[in-house]
């Protein structure tokens, strides 16, 4: 399996604060099958400043601790990217690093408020040529009032990535509810782990594969974690990748959330 958004690399932001950290989660990675992982830091001016050539070192620097150590995982680059002005000339001067240096990047909205001009944001950053995988919609406090947002923004070429741990039950139900959601509706691309630690937010993929199979069943959860993944790392284009489900699993209707909105 190939988990394209981890926090990874030790002390560059809020994920693993050290070697021996990034060591014990990659043993759990390859223990659950994952064996290529892209390494997304932050990259959020002000507060993770981060960038393309110190993202590279640091991947190069863990690559060769995971060696010697005999853990058989692959990295390549990444970022988990926040919302900034010209991100495409960013790509351009390689001061932002897409994934494994391909077409498709990781953008991460805000969390608690749905940015002013965010359609247009991501329309023009696939004007430039980029694919941007957005990160954990179900995870943000705003979905339940933008998920026409979202279904849009597929619609026009931007991929989904949902949260390994959201599938499982791990986030909580509401992050749950929405998952499944954008998996069942077949309106998810990708799962990842979004991993930052070995305990509460562990790099565990498989048990996400299983909860997917049992709402699109098991080719397209292969998709999910194998396939599609698979396909950004060698750079290929969306159109020759697996195309989402054409028919949608059933769910619960948008009113069940928000009849449950303190329950969380």
Known sequence: MFDL???LLPGIDDGSPDMATSLEMARIAHA???RTVACTPHIYPGMYDNDAPGIRQAIAALQAELDAAGIGLRLVEGADVHLDTDLAGAI????VP??????YLLLEPPHHVA???FEQQVFGL???GITPVITHPERLSWVEDHYDLFLRLVDRGAWMQIT??????RHGRRPKYWGDRFVGEGKAHLLATDAHDTRRRPPLLAEAREAAAALVGAEEADHLVVTRPAGIVRNEAPRDLPPLPARAAPTRKAGFWHRLRGAA
């Open 32 to 34: 659950d099958g994952i």
């Open 164 to 169: 390994a741990g959201a599938l499982t039950g």
């Open 126 to 128: 696939m004007t430039a």
């Open 98 to 103: 897409t994934l494994a240096g391909s077409r």
């Open 92 to 95: 351009r001067d390689d001061r």
């Open 5 to 7: 958004h981890c926090h």
């Open 115 to 117: 940015p002013p001009g």
